[in-house]
């Protein structure tokens, strides 16, 4: 970053709230905060020329489909229409649905005379976040103008999410390369799988953006080879992706994870330890057997489907099987939408295992023991992110509880969380029977620190910045709407929080069980892939709302909780909060 020429703080623009990216997340954050406060003088800065983060216009592309249902893929106060009959699949959609309603969204929320949409800074990439007297600073670069500016503002939402700076392997030779090397990013934008020219497509990645482009580019006529690394050495290994039509007593797979009784079934410290239920389903070797049974037979169904050992092939297909059981997610997992898809990879698709060794002319070289290499006219490159906390420097992401360099971090520091999560892990231990005896597995070691957040969103000692959307959720919009409640309520101080020492006590424990429950995706303290369900009722709980549990004890357990809940939520906050604020000192 150039700081040479940065700009005076001096007539710079003051806001007394800036949301950081107008994804999914920071939009409902933004509207919440302004349906409570219309006169807050609330800014966006989005890093792309459009809405959406992952669903943005820029990133679609053919293949790529909702792993949410239509009914469940909607914030409480705009209804999604359902795409037409040719554009869903068991209840799921073509992403530019979801891509239309955010455009819609933004488009239609007012405040004051001003649509979401205009308070968005569109092309405006923050280079750094720094807080001088009491005031955030943030340095930002105009991708269009190529000049910098400098904002204010006495409040931080940080909604740029875990998605939005693509990790881009540095290919060795690639200076020579004579192809393409295109990330996921900008696939939706290139047009490498119409280009007839290009013959030779190879495909890096294990997870769900790798299966599509692999899909699409098998579906062209290309000769495809896909590479993903061996487990190990930062490698999970191959993805686990799901059929989409698993038969369940709901409407679909999505729905019955919006029910309380499906998440009770997960070895979940979120879900409170008061109900003989939950008592003998994870306290008991009897119910951590039974629920070993139930997803065990939901592995053996995803495995049957994919058929990795039944599948005739001489492409390596059997390769593609992943290591650990689902529960687990030791590692990346997704839906998988087509049915022809592990027809076809077996038939057409070369399957590797090992790391791209160097690029040449048209030619990819693997690292593997038989020296492989073959054509190759393009890279795609399905290879994940990087934090996207590079704005703020060591000290301030140490501040604020963030992840930071390990070898940094003061031995004090270091002893006292140690301290506190191990105290954590034993409790973890004497709760949950499964979770004592994990399976054999690769164990991914993180550089950095864990989130050290309360509710993963609230820095213990800064109550002027939130993180949104830094969780990692099944449920992405619900749990983006109810932390948008949250953080209202959390900023109009409508409940009081619990000591420092609690709230330390509070993370250590979301740490100790990620760690435990989600092998290396826990390492980081913030995943709770199937945990959407207790994450959002431990939200709604602090607040003191209860629309959201007002069905009945039978409808409280097994009626899925749907948009329209966490619409009531919302305005039983704002009733109390009028009620409190019209009542007599």
């Known amino acids: 970053m150039a700081t040479a020429n940065m700009p005076p703080v001096e007539g710079a623009p003051s806001f007394d709230v800036i949301v950081v990216g107008a994804g999914l997340s920071g939009i409902i954050a933004a509207q919440r905060l302004l349906q409570a406060h219309p006169e807050t003088r609330l800014a966006i800065l989005e890093r792309d020329y459009c809405v959406g983060g992952v669903w943005s216009e820029r990133r679609i592309y053919p293949s790529f489909w909702t792993q949410w249902t239509h009914g469940i893929a909607e914030f409480s106060d705009l209804p999604m229409e359902r795409p037409p009959a040719e554009d869903c699949m068991h209840d799921l959609f073509r992403a530019k649905y979801t891509t239309k309603y955010l455009e819609d969204y933004v488009n239609s929320m007012s405040h004051t005379g001003q649509t979401l949409r205009e308070r968005i800074q569109f092309n405006t990439q923050v280079e750094s976040i720094k807080k001088v007297n009491d005031q955030w600073q943030l340095l930002c670069f105009d991708t269009m103008s190529k000049s910098r500016r400098l904002i204010l503002s006495s409040r931080l939402m940080m909604a740029n999410g875990q998605s939005s700076v693509p990790n881009t392997p540095n290919f060795p030779g690639k200076e020579q390369f004579r192809g393409k090397i295109i ?55 191959a993805a686990a992706l799901a059929p989409i039509d698993l038969p369940t007593p709901y409407k679909n797979g999505v729905e019955a994870s919006q029910a309380r009784i499906m998440a009770s079934l997960q070895p979940c410290y979120l879900i409170p330890y008061r109900s003989w239920w939950t008592w003998f389903l994870h306290s008991t ?85 038989n020296g492989t290499h073959f054509p190759c006219d393009v890279v795609l490159c399905g290879t994940g992110w990087k934090r996207g906390l590079d704005m703020f420097d060591n000290h301030t992401l140490m501040k604020l509880g963030l992840p930071y360099p390990k070898d940094i971090e003061p031995q004090e520091e270091t002893a006292k969380w140690e301290k506190l999560v191990g105290k954590a892990d034993e409790e973890v231990l004497r709760r949950f029977v499964i979770l004592r005896n994990p399976p054999k597995h ?40 109810a932390q948008a409640i949250w953080a209202v309520a959390y900023w109009d101080k409508a409940f009081a929080l619990p000591s420092v020492a609690k709230r330390e006590d509070d993370i250590a424990h979301m740490i100790a069980w990620n760690k435990r429950r989600y092998l290396s995706n826990g390492e980081l303290g913030h995943f709770a892939a199937f945990d959407s369900v207790p994450y959002v009722d431990r939200l709604f709980d602090e607040i003191g709302v209860t629309s959201h549990r007002k069905k009945g004890w039978l409808g409280n357990m097994f009626a899925p909780i749907m948009p329209a809940d966490l619409g009531k939520v919302w305005h039983e906050y704002l009733a109390q909060r009028n009620k409190v604020q019209d009542s007599p000192c």
């Open 442 to 481: 690769y164990r991914k070691y993180e550089t950095r620190t864990a989130y050290r957040l309360y509710h993963t969103m609230a820095p213990v000692h800064d109550d002027s910045i939130l993180f949104m959307n830094h969780v990692v959720a099944g449920a992405k919009l619900f749990a983006a709407e």
């Open 183 to 237: 990330h996921s990013i900008d696939y939706g934008q290139s047009d490498v799988i119409r280009d007839k020219s290009v013959q030779h497509v190879a495909v890096i990645g294990a997870g769900k953006s790798a299966a599509d482009m692999v899909y699409e580019a098998v579906k062209a006529g290309k000769t495809v080879s896909w590479i993903i690394r061996k487990t190990g050495n930062g490698s999970l290994g």
């Open 285 to 369: 070797n009897l119910g951590a057997s039974l629920v070993n049974k139930i997803f065990s037979l939901l592995d053996n169904t995803v495995r049957k489907y994919a058929g990795y050992r039944e599948r005739k092939s001489d492409k390596g297909f059997e390769k593609l099987e992943y290591d650990n059981d689902i529960i687990w997610q030791n590692g990346t997992a997704g839906g998988c939408h087509f049915s022809d898809f592990w027809s076809l990879v077996a038939e057409k698709v070369y399957v590797h295992r090992g790391g791209v060794k160097h690029l040449s002319g048209n030619e990819l070289y693997l690292d593997d023991e």
